[in-house]
């Protein structure tokens, strides 16, 4: 008869067991190794779309960045007002408008306006704007900061008569000495009496705009 180890198994069985035990978690470990070792490339994807693009204003008065997945529209001077036409700017002494287009969705824009040499002081001007915000439903406002700097944001949630128009306007309002950033940005728009070509949803963009308004930075 053979001698019985305590746990019912003789000395060769019990050695057999741990033999395969170990050759299983080999193979399990190398197939989980492997697995592990395919996922590297979607984190390099994910670090790609993370690349900025660093810029500053015709006056330098500040500096900003955007995602990639954003580009500068190139500006065309236009004399939109009536009378005898006006000369262009020297951009160098006024902030020259500036416009990011989405890439993927051309109709998802914002719009950068830099101002300076405001005679008042920040909270004057910080009360100033405020006064200018329609005080009713669609409009919502807060103070804030950024970058260390005073600012206003403004929310236009508005919907027309009938529901027939809708759209959402986020604007920041940055304030530095006598200079000013403007960073608008609209987020939807619908129009139930149009044939809807003008329609969007630029909602998983929004993310972005924040990305840019607290890239803002004043240069003096």
């Known amino acids: 008869m053979k001698k019985l180890s305590q ?22 470990w190398f197939v989980w190794n492997n697995r592990s070792a395919g996922v590297k490339p979607a984190a390099d994807k994910s670090s790609q779309s993370i690349k900025a693009v660093s810029a500053k204003d ?13 580009k500068l529209q190139k ?10 036409p006006k000369s262009e ?11 990011l287009q989405n890439k993927s969705n051309d109709k998802a824009e914002i719009i950068i306006n830099g101002f300076t040499n405001f005679p008042d ?10 006064e200018s915000i329609d005080k009713d439903q669609f409009n919502t406002y807060s103070k804030v900061t950024i970058n260390g700097y005073k600012g206003i944001k403004h929310v236009l949630d508005f919907v027309g008569p009938s529901d027939a128009e809708k759209y959402k306007d986020t604007t920041y309002i940055i ?3 006598n200079d000013k950033v403007n960073l608008y940005f609209r987020e939807r728009y ?3 009496t149009l ?17 840019i308004v607290n890239s803002i930075k004043f240069n003096s």
């Open 58 to 70: 015709t006056t330098k008065t500040f500096s900003y960045s955007y995602p990639s997945s954003w």
């Open 175 to 177: 304030f530095h000495g």
């Open 75 to 84: 500006f065309v001077w236009q004399d939109c007002c009536e009378g005898p």
């Open 121 to 130: 002081s920040v909270d004057r001007e910080i009360e100033s704007e405020i």
């Open 195 to 211: 044939n809807g070509e003008n329609d969007f949803d630029a909602t998983n963009l929004y993310s972005d705009f924040e990305t």
């Open 89 to 99: 700017p020297d951009w160098n002494k006024t902030s020259q408008t500036i416009t």
């Open 190 to 192: 619908s129009n139930a």
């Open 7 to 28: 746990n019912g198994f003789t000395a060769v069985e019990g050695l057999l067991i741990l033999v395969i035990v170990g050759i299983i978690g080999g193979v399990g």
